[in-house]
C-alpha cells in the first residue's frame, strides 16, 4: 500500500512516555472547537456505546446522540503527522468475520464500532495490536475528559492528568495487518489503517 510505505519512509510518531502526550497536544491542538459541554457528553459514554451499536437494534435518542456526537468530533479532525498507537483485545475474529463480509481481503479487520485506542502502551491483554494511522485520518483525542483517566469535570481541587492519551477512530475503519508476531506470551500485530477503502457503515 502506497501510503503504508510512505510513512514508514516517514518514521510515524510514537509516544513513550506522558510528557509524548503534551507534545502531541501542542502539535496537534486536538481539542479545538470541542466544547465543554461536549467533553462532559464524552466523558460519560464509556464504551457501553459500542455494544448497542453492534447489537444491531434502534438507538434509542441519548444513544444517537451520543453516537452523532462522537462522529463529528472526529471529523472535525484531522492527523497532521502519521503516528502509531495502540489497541489490547482479546480476540480479533468478530473483526476478521465483518471484514470477510464485506468482501475485504483475509488480512483487513472491520469495525462496525468505534476504535479507542491509546497513544501508550496502557491496555493489557493476549492480543496488542500496534496501529499505524497515517497523516490526514480522523480522529477524537480525548485527553483528560476520557473516562479512562477519571470524571470530567475534575471535582474541586481534584488534578486529572492525561496519562494514556485515547484516541477513537469512527466506525467503519478499517485495519490492515502487516505482520504478526510472538512476543512474551502476547501475540502482536502491526497494523495499518486503511484510508483507500470507504465503506459506509
Do not use: W
Not at 435518542?61 to 452523532?68: F, G, L
Not at 475534575?154 to 477513537?168: K, M, R
Amino acid at each position: 500500500m502506497i501510503i503504508h510505505e510512505k510513512n514508514k519512509a516517514n518514521s510515524p510518531l510514537t509516544f513513550k512516555a506522558p510528557q509524548d502526550l503534551c507534545v502531541f497536544v501542542k502539535n496537534e491542538n486536538p481539542h479545538c472547537g470541542i466544547m465543554e459541554r461536549e467533553k462532559i457528553i464524552v466523558n460519560g459514554i464509556g464504551c457501553t456505546l459500542n455494544n448497542v451499536i453492534r447489537s444491531g437494534h434502534k438507538l434509542d435518542y441519548n444513544t444517537q446522540r451520543d453516537k452523532d456526537l462522537l462522529q463529528r468530533l472526529i471529523q472535525t479532525h484531522t492527523l497532521k503527522e502519521s503516528i502509531i498507537v495502540n489497541r489490547a483485545v482479546r480476540s480479533i475474529e468478530y473483526e476478521l468475520t465483518l471484514a470477510r463480509n464485506k468482501g475485504l481481503s483475509k488480512k483487513c479487520l472491520f469495525h462496525d464500532g468505534f476504535v479507542y485506542t491509546s497513544l501508550l502502551n496502557a491496555y493489557s491483554g493476549q492480543i496488542h495490536l500496534n496501529i499505524l494511522i497515517p497523516k490526514g485520518t480522523p480522529y477524537l483525542y480525548t485527553g483528560i475528559f476520557s473516562n479512562t483517566v477519571g470524571s470530567y469535570p475534575p471535582e474541586e481541587n481534584q488534578t486529572i492528568e492525561d496519562t494514556v492519551g485515547e484516541l477513537i477512530l469512527d466506525i467503519g475503519t478499517i485495519l490492515k495487518i502487516d505482520r504478526k508476531r510472538r512476543h512474551g506470551g502476547i501475540t502482536i500485530y502491526d497494523v495499518h489503517v486503511d484510508n483507500a477503502h470507504n465503506i459506509e457503515n
